[in-house]
C-alpha cells in the first residue's frame, strides 16, 4: 500500500516504526483479549506484561486497536488504559474494518484483524492466545472463523496455543490443510487445545527451535507462497487445565449457548465467559499463562526471522 494511503488511515507507534524501519524484531498483539477476554484492571495489567515479555527476547510489542477510526500498530499507555476500561469498543474482524474506520468508531482486533494491521506495516509474527476455528456443528451452522481465511490470504506467522477448545479441532485442521495453511507445533508433535498441551491430534510438523520456524517463514515467502503459518505453542503443562473438568465446563457452556441462541461473533465471549465461571476462574489462570508463554516463543522468533 502506498505511503500516503497508508496514512489516511494507520497511526504507527515511533518505537515500532524504527524498529521496523532498522530491520528489528517486531511482535504484533492483538487487542480484543484486552477489551473482551477479561475485566479491567486485569486486562490491561496482563497487556503490560505480555508486552514486557516480548520485551525481554530483544523484540518490540506492537498492540493493535482501532481508536476514533484510526487503525493504531503499537498503543501508548493512555491507549492500552483506554482500550481497557472503554465499554463501547466493538470487536472488529475483517468485514467490520471498513465501517468501523469510516464511522470513526473504537474497536479491538480479532486475530484476522490483527494480521491485516499487522501485515500493512511489514509485521511477520504476531502472538495472540489461540486461533479462531470451526465451530462444533458447523456442517449445519456454517459457523467458521474467519481466522481460517485470513491465514490463507496474508503473510503473517501466528504463535498460539492451539485452537480453542470450544471448537471442532480436527474439522479446524483439516479446513486449514484444505486452505493450505503450514500447521506446525513448537517442541512437541501434538497439536494444543488451548487449555490443555493435548488434543488427540497431530501438527504437520513438529519444529523445536525459533530458527527452525523462521527459516521456514523467509521460504515459504521467498517462493511467493501466499498465505501465513500457524505455530502451536503448547501451555506448560504444569499451568494448563484437567483435561475432565475443562471438558465439562466446555460442554455445560455449549449447552447454555445453545438454549440462549448465542451465535456469530458473540459466540466465543459468551462460551470463555461461562468456562470461567463453570471451573472457578481457573480457566482464565490458564488462559494468561498460556499468551504469556505464547509472547516468549513469539519474541524469539520475531528476533530470528530478523538476523535473516
Known sequence: MKKEILNQYVDIHPEVQEALRNNKAVVALESTIISHGMPYPQNVETARNVENIVRDQGAIPATIGIIEGRIKIGLTEDELEFMGKEKDILKVSRRDLPIVISKKL?????????????????????VTGGIGGVHKGAEVTFDISADLTELANTDVTVICAGVKSILDIGLTLEYLETLGVPVLSYQTSEFPAFYTSKSGFQSDYRVDTPE?????????????????????????????????????????????????????????????????????????????????????????????????
Open 106 to 126: 473504537n474497536g479491538a482486533t480479532t486475530v484476522a484483524t490483527t494480521m491485516i494491521c499487522a501485515d500493512l506495516a511489514g509485521i511477520k509474527v504476531f
Open 212 to 308: 527452525e520456524i523462521a527459516n521456514a517463514m523467509k521460504a515459504k515467502w521467498d517462493l511467493e507462497i501466499k498465505g501465513g503459518m500457524v505455530i502451536g505453542n503448547p501451555v506448560p503443562e504444569h499451568l494448563g487445565m484437567d483435561v475432565a473438568v475443562i471438558n465439562k465446563a466446555i460442554k455445560d457452556a455449549l449447552a447454555e449457548a445453545k438454549v440462549l441462541g448465542i451465535k456469530g461473533k458473540e459466540t466465543t465471549p459468551f462460551l470463555l465467559s461461562k468456562i470461567k465461571d463453570n471451573t472457578g476462574g481457573d480457566s482464565l489462570v490458564s488462559n494468561i499463562e498460556l499468551v504469556y508463554n505464547n509472547a516468549k516463543v513469539g519474541g524469539q522468533i520475531a528476533v530470528a526471522y530478523s538476523k535473516l
